[in-house]
């Protein structure tokens, strides 16, 4: 894994974390098998002498002396529990689902907290729920054909500063949000876990297990395709002046400069990743 | 998506020549407006290094087409943040409360096949 050093120092959606340092927690205690998590980890225990083991390098760790399961487990993950049902939110678009996923997620990272270095607990528990969305979706698919709610969920009439926000706002919000609707999953996914969710690049390439570059590709593309569908609503610029080939397929980071974005995690910023479903 | 996916999909090449560019921009030394394009999601993401930013700004200065093109974007990108779901007050007890059974060892979850 390489330095994901990118020159964007204020990281507000630069890569904020080495997620592939965050290990899936181990869940002994779960009925069902869990191939994706570590057998081999000890059982946690939660008791007043949190162990950290002698592979975790102590000035790396956050873990204060003196610190419990509990102490960590209020410190570092309660104050993610809000990101969680978000994120949980747009991977099940269903709020049932999403409130059992962060249940379940919680559940596990309590489990495994003492496991846990302290470094990135957000990525550690992102890690931890897409891989129990993985396992709820291999002993629930039919449950996935439920509708989903997500529209209802994301109106932004339903935000409680909406009255006091421009009609204009509102009605190029509700044009924004119908323009994200419409979106091939693949895309949408992404601007949901970016733009609305405010992950960062690199979390957001790790809970869809797709490279950053991938990332940064659909999230352009996408972004580019709620700006045309904004023009016929009655927004936007109309057609760029002799912008070339933004949306034919070529979109993504070919630009020049980019500063190392790509973090070279399966693909820089310049990797363009063609997407066949793009129409 | 899959991991599977993400490698099914082949790379090619990204931009032709900027000298097939019909930019009405970009004097000698300056940035197109194609490039402009390419870097406009990078530069309002603050993704780029200084010196293109430096670069975009100037151009951006000079072209109000793509500085429109920026502005929309960051409208764009401002709407879809308004658009952030709270956590209903229900949900937010329900979890709090599960926190607490956690750590008070009552918490059970029924794994449903």
Not at chain 1, 150 to 167: F, G, L
Request: glycine residues 8%; charged residues 30%.
């Amino acid at each position: 894994m390489p330095s994901n050093g990118t020159g964007n120092p204020d990281g507000e959606r630069g890569v904020a974390a080495d997620v592939s340092l965050a290990v899936a927690p181990p869940a002994p205690h779960l009925d069902d098998a869990d191939p994706d998590l570590d057998p081999s980890a000890d059982d946690p225990t939660v008791g007043d002498d949190p162990v950290v083991g002698d592979d975790v390098p102590p000035p790396a760790s956050s873990i204060q002396e003196g610190e419990t399961g509990d102490d960590v487990f209020n410190r570092l993950v309660l104050p993610e529990v809000d990101v969680m049902w978000r994120v949980a939110l747009s991977l099940t678009r269903n709020r049932a689902d999403a409130e059992d996923l962060v249940q379940e997620s919680l559940l596990r990272a309590y489990r495994a907290i003492d496991t846990f270095d302290g470094r990135y607990p957000r990525a550690w528990l992102l890690t931890i729920l897409r891989n129990t969305e993985r396992n709820r979706h291999r002993r629930r698919r039919p449950e996935l054909l439920r509708e989903p709610e997500i529209a209802e969920e994301r109106v932004p009439a339903t935000e409680p500063d909406a009255v006091e926000r421009r009609a204009e706002d509102a009605e190029f919000d509700a044009a924004v949000t119908a323009a994200l609707e419409q979106l091939p999953e693949n895309f949408r996914s992404v601007v949901e876990l970016v733009d609305v969710d405010g992950l960062t690049y690199q979390e957001a390439a790790d809970v869809l297990e797709v490279p950053l570059g991938t990332v940064m590709s659909r999230l352009h593309r996408a972004r580019r395709r709620i700006r045309d569908m904004l023009v016929p609503a009655g927004f936007g610029p109309g057609a760029p002046h002799d912008h070339g080939p933004d949306d034919s397929g070529s979109e993504g980071g070919g630009a020049t400069g980019t500063s190392g974005a790509g973090g070279g995690r399966g693909g820089s910023a310049r990797g363009v990743v063609v997407e066949d479903e793009s129409r | 998506m899959s991991a599977k996916d993400a490698r099914d999909e082949p790379e090619i090449p990204l931009l032709p020549p900027l000298s097939e560019s019909s930019g009405i921009c970009g004097g000698p030394g300056q940035m197109s407006c194609v490039e402009a394009n390419e870097l406009i999601q990078f530069y309002v993401d603050n993704f780029i290094d200084a010196d293109a930013t430096a670069r975009i700004a100037e151009h951006l200065g000079d072209c109000p087409p793509c500085e429109l093109e920026m502005v929309v974007y960051k409208r764009i990108i401002a709407s879809l943040e308004r658009c952030r779901p709270h956590v209903p007050e229900d949900t937010a007890q329900r979890l709090q409360r599960f926190c607490e059974d956690l750590r008070a060892g009552r918490a059970q979850y029924t794994v449903e096949d």
